[in-house]
């Protein structure tokens, strides 16, 4: 079911809205910049997701997946959320949203939902990785 959970960074310099279906679902990747950085996302469409402050305070980071914008926060470093471009898999823009820059989420809904685990490594998107106890 989706609710509404508001996010931000570190510092609060950023801050937004996500409407999200964690129960359904969240996903790690173990591509270098998302295996560095420990990401655990739930997806969002465009629509169900808000930037309520901090448009200044946000950088993009565009590494080798060109249709990745993985934004910081350019005081405290924390990335609260990424917007995937076309073309991609799904077909349809969408939001990575880290699930540690959620406010209030249940811990327990959190570890009982499924996580799908990509091989951005290998650009294999559609296979998950043979290894993700690190992930």
Same mark, same amino acid.
């Given at each position: @079911?989706?609710?509404?959970?508001?996010?931000?960074?570190?510092?609060?310099?950023? $801050?937004?809205?996500?409407? +999200?279906?964690? =129960?359904?679902?969240?996903?790690?990747?173990?591509?270098?910049?998302? =295996? @560095?950085?420990?990401?655990?996302?739930?997806?969002?469409?465009?629509? $169900?997701? *808000?930037?309520?402050?901090?448009?200044?305070?946000?950088?993009?980071? $565009?590494?080798?997946?060109?249709?990745?914008?993985?934004?910081?926060? *350019?005081?405290?470093?924390?990335?609260?959320?990424?917007?995937?471009? @076309? #073309?991609?898999?799904?077909?349809?823009?969408?939001?990575?949203?880290? /699930?540690?820059?959620?406010?209030?989420?249940?811990?327990?809904?959190? /570890?009982? =939902? #499924?996580?799908?685990?990509?091989?951005?490594?290998?650009?294999?998107?559609?296979? #998950?990785? +043979?290894?993700? *106890?690190?992930?």
């Amino acid at each position: @079911m989706l609710k509404t959970y508001p996010g931000r960074c570190h510092c609060g310099a950023v $801050r937004f809205e996500a409407d +999200v279906d964690i =129960a359904a679902g969240t996903c790690k990747c173990n591509c270098t910049f998302c =295996a @560095m950085g420990r990401l655990w996302v739930v997806n969002a469409e465009p629509s $169900r997701f *808000r930037l309520v402050s901090g448009r200044d305070a946000l950088a993009d980071y $565009r590494g080798g997946n060109l249709v990745a914008h993985h934004f910081f926060c *350019r005081t405290c470093g924390i990335r609260p959320f990424e917007r995937i471009d @076309m #073309p991609n898999l799904s077909g349809s823009v969408y939001y990575n949203v880290n /699930v540690a820059c959620l406010d209030g989420v249940d811990i327990d809904e959190l /570890v009982a =939902a #499924p996580i799908t685990y990509c091989d951005g490594l290998h650009d294999n998107w559609d296979h #998950p990785p +043979v290894e993700t *106890r690190h992930l």
